[in-house]
T-cell receptor, first 111, second 113 residues
Framework: GQNIDQPTEMTATEGAIVQINCTYQ??????LFWYQQHAGEAPTFLSY????GLEEKGRFSSFLSRSKGYSYLLLKELQMKDSASYLC????????????FGRGTSLIVHP | GAGVSQSPSNKVTEKGKDVELRCDPI?????LYWYRQSLGQGLEFLIY????????KSGLPSDRFSAERTGGSVSTLTIQRTQQEDSAVYLC???????????FGQGTRLTVV
């Protein structure tokens, strides 16, 4: 089975940097996704990490350490529109393509 | 279509009634997932379809829940004898194949009264 942990809520100030952590415990692992979900909307894809290291994509970056079962999403130059829930999802190995999602981290950006 | 389409967007039903939720995945996507999201909760996996393989039903919470996917495209999630605890947003997602980015529909908000 898989277990995903991430903080329930975080707050930050517009223009600042915030790091959202995600730890996972899996019987097998084949990649980690981050999704953004605004209230009342569908989750949308942000990033995918398979190998250790940092993947940078504009203001958003995602990091993975497979040995530590740890990932983080880094958001720079925060904007009000970044207020949303951020979902971490781990894909298992072994031929099962069903990702397990964390409960999501609700990020509130203040002016 | 351009994206994953779900219908209806909202459904209010009386306890004990059956409901059908529809999902139209992105054309060419062989994998289709159903998830359930309760207020403030994460995504709870329900069922997974991959091509012509037998679906993975391991997430269905009870035998009142069933789903089918006709012709490898449109999927219908059926909930029989609905209960108040079934109230949630039901999300459908599709992707090209496993371990790739999943595209989500807008969801169906089900309210059982």
């Amino acid at each position: 089975g898989q277990n995903i942990d991430q903080p329930t809520e975080m707050t930050a100030t517009e223009g600042a940097i915030v790091q959202i952590n995600c730890t996972y415990q899996t019987s097998g692992f084949n990649g980690l996704f981050w999704y953004q979900q605004h209230a009342g909307e569908a989750p949308t894809f942000l990033s995918y990490n398979v190998l250790d290291g940092l993947e940078e994509k504009g203001r958003f970056s995602s990091f993975l350490s497979r040995s530590k079962g740890y990932s983080y999403l880094l958001l720079k130059e925060l904007q009000m529109k970044d207020s949303a829930s951020y979902l971490c999802a781990a894909y298992p190995s072994g031929g099962s393509y069903i990702p397990t999602f964390g409960r999501g981290t609700s990020l509130i950006v203040h002016p | 279509g351009a994206g994953v389409s779900q219908s209806p967007s909202n459904k209010v039903t009386e306890k004990g009634k059956d409901v059908e939720l529809r999902c139209d995945p992105i054309s060419g996507h062989t994998a289709l997932y159903w998830y359930r999201q309760s207020l403030g909760q994460g995504l709870e996996f329900l069922i997974y379809f991959q091509g012509n393989s037998a679906p993975d039903k391991s997430g269905l919470p009870s035998d009142r829940f069933s789903a089918e996917r006709t012709g490898g495209s449109v999927s219908t999630l059926t909930i029989q004898r609905t209960q108040q605890e079934d109230s949630a947003v039901y999300l459908c997602a599709s992707n090209v194949r496993g371990n790739t980015e999943a595209f989500f529909g807008q969801g169906t908000r089900l309210t059982v009264v």
